[in-house]
Structure formats: structure tokens, C-alpha cells
Nanobody
């Protein structure tokens, strides 16, 4: 059974930092690209960051580039999103996802991030 479990969300202050984690089970984690997305009420889920299998390649949405860092620890089957210089517009539910078979097939349940000004 595949499971993705996000953690680390909560309340942050503008200019502060939060670190999200995504623990994965039921998959061969090290061979799979992964990503973070976020969603605010009334809007579509939006891409935040991507990391390739092995971690050599990363990609970021323009809105978070230079502030967020995606990483992974294959030994611990865990992906991370370090979020620095937080802004109120970063407030959203953040989801991790795994890329298999040409699409993001598996998703976590989401973790709420709220940034106060």
C-alpha cells in the first residue's frame, strides 16, 4: 500500500521559515521523481518544486525560486521542502506527489501552511 504523509506545516511569520517533510512508503522511493504542490481555496493546485530521482535536478515555480529548497533523503524515504523568507501569499495546503508512469499518481493528504504578516 502506497502512503505519502506530509508533516511540518503550521503557522509561520512573514520572513520566517518552515520545513515540510513527506514520508513515503510502499514505493521504490529512490527511483522516483517527486514534487511539491500547493492549493488555496477556490484555486487549482499549483506546482511548487520538483526533484528528480537521485536529487541531481530540481525545478521551482518562479514565485518560490530563491526562497524554497527541495531535497530528498533516499535512505529515509523522505522528501523535504525548506521554506525561507515566507510571505503571506505562501499560505496554502501543501501536497507532496510521486511521479510514476508519466504522471503524478500518488499524493499525500496535505499539510496546512499559514503565514501571518
Amino acid at each position: 500500500q502506497v502512503q505519502l504523509v506530509e508533516s511540518g506545516g503550521g503557522l509561520g511569520q512573514a520572513g520566517g521559515s518552515l520545513r515540510l517533510s513527506c514520508a513515503v512508503s510502499g514505493l521504490t522511493f529512490s527511483t522516483l521523481p517527486m514534487a511539491w504542490f500547493r492549493q488555496v481555496p477556490g484555486k487549482d493546485r499549483a506546482f511548487v518544486a520538483y526533484i528528480s530521482s537521485g536529487g541531481a535536478n530540481t525545478n521551482y515555480a518562479n514565485s518560490v525560486k530563491g526562497r524554497f529548497t527541495i531535497s530528498r533523503d533516499d535512505a529515509k524515504y523522505t522528501m523535504f521542502l525548506q521554506m525561507n523568507s515566507l510571505k503571506p501569499e505562501d499560505t496554502a495546503v501543501y501536497y507532496c506527489a510521486v511521479w510514476t508512469g508519466g504522471r503524478y499518481d500518488y499524493w499525500g493528504q496535505g499539510t496546512q501552511v499559514t503565514v501571518s504578516s
